[in-house]
């Protein structure tokens, strides 16, 4: 993946070091790494092995916050810089307002990166067994139904870890940030794609639905395990 991009690689865990180097950020890269602060140094907390890649110039359909993986290590990947989505995103949402979301983008991202460390990456939790037998009309088609069903399942928990972390760290913009998550779900082109996660998403409309031990990655696999039972 690091061959893609002609971007500044910085460690998470020198994340002050790269707010020091702030003269090669532009403002907007400095806003979101802010908003992205908190979950940036939980994430050191964890150990997790992620560094922070900005890249100088979007490519095509580039999202403005992503997670990649290269040689064992997790890449958040800014992609901020003639990006139209970088403001788009964030639409119709008061600028007061805009950090809360950026913090929950930040944590479904690094959720993602949690799965990874882990090594539960597309894994079904403990109990859980696909069932009965997918059929295509090529070996291809069906490979890429079982990857579409496996990001579903991964995007959706994701989704859920940064509500937990919204109603664990920023209590009060939980409902705010619970209608942006729903707004851009309800948004998914095909029913049951890889970023359909409308299910889950509405399981927690509730924030005490989730489990609330203080560890907002822990927390969301209560729920994401009942959304399971009826989205396969």
């Known amino acids: 993946m690091s061959k893609h991009f002609a971007a500044a690689v910085l460690a998470a865990n020198a994340f002050a070091g790269a707010c020091a180097q702030s003269a090669e950020l532009t ?3 400095q806003r979101w790494l802010q908003a992205a602060a908190p979950v940036l140094s939980y994430s050191q907390k964890l150990g997790l092995p992620l560094d922070i890649v900005v890249q100088p110039r979007p490519r095509a359909n580039d999202v403005p916050l992503a997670m990649g993986y290269d040689g064992g290590r997790c890449k958040l990947v800014l992609t901020l810089r003639g990006n139209p989505q970088a403001e788009t995103i964030l639409d119709g949402v008061p600028e007061e307002q805009r950090g809360e979301l950026i913090e929950a983008m930040t944590a479904h991202e690094v959720a993602h990166c949690w799965r990874h460390a882990r090594g539960a990456w597309n894994a079904l939790p403990a109990g859980f067994v696909e069932v009965g037998e997918e059929r295509a009309a090529s070996s291809a088609l069906l490979a890429a139904s079982k990857a579409m ?3 579903r399942r991964e995007e959706a928990y994701a989704d859920l870890a940064a509500l937990a972390w919204t109603r664990q760290r920023n209590p009060e913009a939980y409902g705010r940030v619970h209608a942006w998550f729903e707004a851009v779900r309800r948004e998914q082109p ?9 299910l889950w998403v509405e399981l927690a409309r509730d924030a005490s639905r989730l489990a609330d031990t203080g560890a907002p990655f822990d927390d969301a696999a209560p729920l994401w395990r009942e959304g399971l039972l009826s989205a396969e």
């Open 190 to 198: 095909v029913a049951r794609s890889g970023h359909d996660t409308r």
């Open 149 to 151: 069903r496996e990001t």
């Open 27 to 29: 403002a907007l890269e």
